[in-house]
């Protein structure tokens, strides 16, 4: 069974930094996409950074510059570096893997952490 456990979120003021981790619980999590989601309140899920097994990253670019996605296949866990947080980054958080396999997508995700911006 596939489990994606994500961790690190919390209360930071704007300006801080978070670094949240998703351990994942999969087979072959090398052969993955893996990826950081977000949705805030009244709004929908949206992609914040995708990090392939092989290639570049991919960021939203309302965080461009900002947040840093990496993952280490040895561990099974994708990380999401944020920084210079603000008050509009406030939402929850999700760890995503996907794969395209034998015309076949497998797509997991996690229970999500918050993350809030405030003062």
């Known amino acids: 069974q596939v489990q994606l456990v994500e961790s690190g979120g919390g209360l930071v003021q704007p300006g801080g930094s978070l670094r949240l981790s998703c351990a994942a619980s999969?087979?072959?999590?090398?052969?993955?996409?893996m990826g950081w989601y977000r949705q805030a309140p009244g709004k929908q899920r949206e992609l914040v950074a995708a990090?392939?097994?092989?290639?570049?990253?991919n960021y939203a670019d309302s965080v461009k510059g900002r947040f840093t996605i990496s993952r280490d296949d040895a561990k099974n866990t994708v990380y999401l570096q944020m920084n210079s947080l603000k008050p509009e980054d406030t939402a929850v958080y999700y760890c995503n893997a996907a794969r395209w396999r034998f015309g076949s997508l497998s797509n997991y995700w996690g229970q999500g952490t918050q993350v809030t911006v405030s003062s």
């Open positions: 990090i392939p097994n092989a290639g570049s990253t």
């Open positions: 999969i087979s072959i999590f090398s052969s993955y996409v």
